[in-house]
Nanobody
């Protein structure tokens, strides 16, 4: 089972990036999936999550209105469209998935790292001022 994140890079403040996470080894079409990020010297934090059907989405307050999470269950791929990027968005971004089949959670669970069982290797996003 593998999650491969890509799409990171260097961008100026106000710019945009689109992250992708390709899943392989099993189908994730009925898994909750999410994006977390970790800035230098800080703990990993929640950014966004999407339910297995794609209709339910959750965002950290810090990215709400600027980031959009989506998924393509046919191609087993998760996306994070990031607009209006700020220097404080600089971090390594990790995609994650749970191992359950079609499970839904109380909203708070989507924000916790312990909900997710599979993690990608991370992709670095650097936003310059």
């Amino acid at each position: 089972v593998q999650l491969q994140a890509s799409g990171g890079g260097l961008v100026q403040a106000g710019g945009s990036l689109r992250l992708s996470c390709a899943a392989s080894g099993r189908t994730f079409s009925r898994s909750v999936m999410g994006w977390f990020r970790q800035a230098p010297g800080k703990e990993r934090e929640f950014a966004a999550a999407v339910g297995w059907s794609g209709t339910s989405t959750y965002y950290a307050d810090s990215v709400k209105g600027r980031f959009t999470i989506s998924r393509d269950n046919v191609n087993n791929t998760l996306y994070l469209q990031m607009n209006s990027l700020k220097p404080e968005d600089t971090a390594v971004y990790y995609c994650a998935a749970d191992r359950n089949n079609g499970r839904t959670y109380l909203e708070g669970a989507y924000y916790r790292t312990g909900t997710y069982h599979y993690w990608g290797q991370g992709t670095l996003v650097t936003v310059s001022s």
